[in-house]
DNA sequence: CCTGCGTGTCATAGC
DNA sequence: TCGCTATGACACGCA
């Protein structure tokens, strides 16, 4: 741990001076501040939460950071950077959105969320086709973390694969895409020079020893919080994700830092090129800006994992994984305007957003769980709006566990946005009666908060951050249920909705269709009829299940004239049954071994009518191999089914197949003109009775199963429905957030713009803004809020724009 | 031998 | 009343 903290140390001083290289204000505070976890990992020693991700792995790649100069790795990675260069170059909106199409076409068609097996491959293959001209095809993906935007992405993931949360991946894409992109040539020249120098400082080249980098995850991998079916998800993934030795990882270097950071823990050194990372993914939008989110990219791929064990006896946490939201880009992007605007609004209030850094670190324990916790979760809020992740359009995922992934996010929070996380310090309640009453202060205005304000910004290393970051680490935890409280979702709701949605994976449905099982063919049957019900041709060969293929067009007349329940249907099934190839184009059906073929034709038997149709018969697959090695007469007889045998043995000089089917009239003037005997007459009708008593008990089988499985359907699209409910309630709850904040930072400006007569502005902790019935806002001393006191307050009209 | 499943058949209700 | 369908129940064969 020493260590670490001398390469923390280090690492700042590096990155300090690099920062004044490039001439751009860092605000190291705000990382510190907000724990990142890869430094509060340094700091504070590894914690449960961080352990599982594979920070060894996120340095393993052939980014260049590890690369001899020597190395031959080393063309191939200057390729790739130029590469991925070429490709930030690209609209940053369209790769995003070519990514998150591939993300739609593998999510969508269910609401499989439980199984986090089966997205995950799809995870893999869309990060392979959305990065594919980054990619580098070494690359594998758990490599160092300190490549680009995607590689990070996607080393981060491969350490929680288990997650199953695409979403977030796509959204740290863009989020890193965006952000980088906006540097300047300027930027991205110097950040190669300084990174070629530190390339040739020499990185140890055992470093970047990528299979020791993955025994090393392996063996950090496993977490007690983490459930079976998440650790064999992970590392299916990752297993997939090494065979395919493809993955979409970046050779670009420059880019997010903070992925780099978890890598501090393995590294000798934190290196220029790191630090330079660092700042790239810091700055994305230019020196001026402070938009964080970058720096979140990195640190909700490792909230994945963090969420498990942060949330630890939180319910909520372990599923969280798997109900990563996928994110919506044009939401996102309103997100970012959104936190740029917010961000606009607080230039104006520099003081009130550094001092709420130290507030909070200073003043967490002293407020208690209630500031601490509040504090806390109303930092997701911001973080939220900042990743956007909230933001899924996808009905599949979004709608999954949308508390749960807010949860997530608030668990990785380090966003830097410490006048936001002050002002946020208070609950949703109040925040509620914030919108219908009056009192604004005691909402958004801390106490303790003064208007004197601190330039710690600039100080590279702060103890009074680091002190709080156990503290905020432990809030976190509370954080967790208060949000979860706050958005109206009880942990029991959480699970319950986890379950729902796992069982809504549709992997009861997908039983169904195993190969093994039984009604398997039933399904086929009622799947061909129902897509196929409206085809007249089916319902024509339908009879000719009834007769043999050369009299198809005769019984097909008779076929039309019998009637009876649902025609189209039964006719459908009936062509299933007939066509038993008809199982084996469906895949899953090829180990069917029941016979289904009910009403295949006899060919050419009953030779002694030749010109009419052999009844039905019990004629199987079996039988048709044994009629090979059986003589005719051997065959027929076990061809042929009871009654066939008894109207043979009692010479009625028609098929069954007539007497079942043939209209009553026609039947009639069938038996009309042949003389038969009494007992003929009974066997033909017990015959005929028989045979469509049959008839009716398959028709009747055949809706029974449908009716079971339209049920089952009736099941999964209510379930669907409850998400899709659930997910919209959850933006409800978003909005409600984004104009909370917006409220929060409309009172800051207009607070701070607030003069006495003597041009002072007032001082938050003595005065709060209250609003009054007719919309009007006043300023009011916090001691006083009944009566009227010396100050007269000042009374400001201001247009409330929400 | 038991079990589950598919199927055929019977009895019966209902149209 | 007849013919037919639908359906529960049972038996049988098969794996």
Redesign the pocket.
């Known amino acids: 741990m020493l260590y670490l903290k001398k390469y923390f140390t280090e690492g700042l001083i590096q990155f300090t001076i690099l920062l004044s290289l490039i001439g751009v204000r860092v605000d190291v505070d705000t990382y510190l501040s907000n724990q990142l976890p890869p430094l509060r990992e340094i700091i504070l020693g590894p914690s449960s939460a961080y352990t599982q991700t594979q920070f060894h792995n996120l340095r393993n790649t052939l980014d260049g950071y590890g690369i001899h100069p020597k190395s031959v790795d080393l063309d191939h990675f200057f390729t790739t950077r130029r590469l991925l260069n070429q490709v930030r170059q690209l609209d940053r909106l369209s790769v995003p959105s070519t990514e998150l199409n591939t993300w739609l076409v593998h999510r969508d068609p269910e609401t499989v969320v439980s199984a986090a097996s089966q997205s995950s491959p799809s995870i893999t293959l869309d990060n392979g086709a959305g990065l594919e001209d980054v990619n580098n095809p070494d690359a594998t993906p758990a490599m160092r973390g300190g490549g680009g935007a995607p590689e990070s992405t996607y080393n981060l993931n491969a350490a929680d694969s288990s997650l199953g949360a695409v979403a977030p991946e796509g959204n740290q894409e863009q989020g890193n895409r965006a952000g980088n992109d906006d540097l300047t040539k300027e930027d991205i020249d110097l950040i190669d020079i300084l990174w070629r120098q530190d390339i040739d400082l020499g990185a140890g080249r055992e470093v970047f020893n990528y299979s020791n980098r993955q025994k090393e995850s392996e063996e950090e991998k496993p977490s007690p919080q983490e459930n079976k079916e998440t650790t064999d998800t992970q590392e299916s993934w990752r297993n997939g994700v090494n065979l395919q030795g493809a993955q979409p990882v970046d050779g670009e270097t420059g880019e997010s830092i903070p992925e780099q950071l978890p890598g501090l823990g393995s590294q000798t050194s934190l290196s220029l090129q790191e630090c330079l990372r660092l700042l790239e993914a810091t700055f994305p939008f230019g020196e001026e800006s402070e938009f964080p989110a970058p720096v979140v990219t990195p640190e909700i791929g490792v909230s994945n994992e963090e969420a498990p064990s942060t949330s630890q006896g939180l319910p909520l946490a372990p599923p969280l994984p798997q109900a990563e939201p996928p994110l919506d880009l044009e939401q996102q992007w309103q997100d970012i305007m959104a936190i740029m605007e917010l961000q606009a609004m607080e230039v104006n209030n520099t003081s009130l957003n550094t001092n709420s850094s130290s507030v909070s670190g200073t003043s967490g324990t002293a407020e208690s769980n209630t500031m601490g916790s509040f504090g806390l979760s109303s930092r997701s809020t911001l973080i939220n709006q900042d990743v956007s992740l909230h933001q899924a359009s996808l009905p599949s995922c979004s709608q999954d566990f949308p508390p749960i992934f807010n949860h997530q996010l608030d668990s990785s929070s380090s966003t830097p946005r410490p006048t936001m996380l002050r002002l946020s310090s208070s609950n949703s309640s109040n925040m509620n009666s914030t919108f219908g009453a009056t009192n604004l202060t005691g909402l958004f205005l801390p106490p303790l908060m003064n208007s004197s304000n601190t330039n710690i910004t600039s100080t590279p290393i702060l103890p009074d951050p680091f002190s709080t970051l156990l503290e905020e680490s432990m809030l976190d935890e509370i954080s967790l249920l208060d949000l979860a409280m706050e958005e109206g979702f009880s942990q029991a709701q959480a699970s319950q909705l986890e379950d729902e949605l796992d069982s809504d994976s549709g992997l009861s449905l997908d039983s169904s269709h195993s190969p093994a ?6 399904t086929s049957c009622s799947s061909a009829a129902s897509s196929s019900s409206t085809s007249a041709t089916f319902s024509e060969e339908g009879a000719v299940g009834y007769s043999t293929d050369s009299e198809a067009a005769t019984v097909e007349t008779e076929e039309g004239a ?5 025609p189209g249907y ?1 006719k459908l099934c009936r062509m299933s ?1 007939q066509d038993p190839s008809q199982f084996h184009s469906l895949p899953q059906l090829d180990n069917i ?6 009403n295949l034709p006899l060919s050419s038997a009953f030779s002694e009518h030749p010109e009419l149709p052999i009844s ?1 018969g ?1 004629k199987t697959v ?1 039988d048709k191999q044994n009629s090979k090695l059986q003589p005719p007469q051997d065959l027929l007889e076990k061809q042929s ?3 066939e045998r008894r109207a043979r043995a009692m010479k009625i000089p028609f098929s069954n197949d007539k007497i079942i089917n ?3 009239e026609e ?2 003037e069938l038996l009309a003109k042949h003389h038969l005997s009494e007992a003929q007459l009974a066997l033909i009708r ?1 015959i ?14 055949k ?2 199963l449908d009716t079971i499985l339209n049920l089952e359907q009736g099941v999964h699209d209510l379930r669907r429905d409850k998400a899709r409910l659930l997910k919209e309630k959850m933006e409800f709850i978003r909005s409600i957030r984004q104009m909370k904040q917006k409220m929060q930072s409309l009172y800051q400006e207009v607070f701070t713009q607030l003069r006495d007569e003597e041009g002072r502005p007032y001082p938050p902790s003595e005065y709060s803004l209250q609003y009054s019935a007719d919309g009007s806002v006043l300023i009011m001393p916090r001691s006083m809020t009944t009566a009227e006191q010396n100050r007269k307050p000042e009374k400001k009209q201001k247009d409330k724009k929400k």
């Open positions: 099982s039984p009604s398997s063919s039933e019998v009637g009876g329940y649902q039964s049954y071994s029941h016979n289904h073929t009910y039905a019990k079996r089914s009871r009654d043939l209209p009553v039947f009639n017990d005929r009775r028989r045979g469509k008593n049959k008839m009716a008990a398959q028709n009747c089988r809706r029974k």
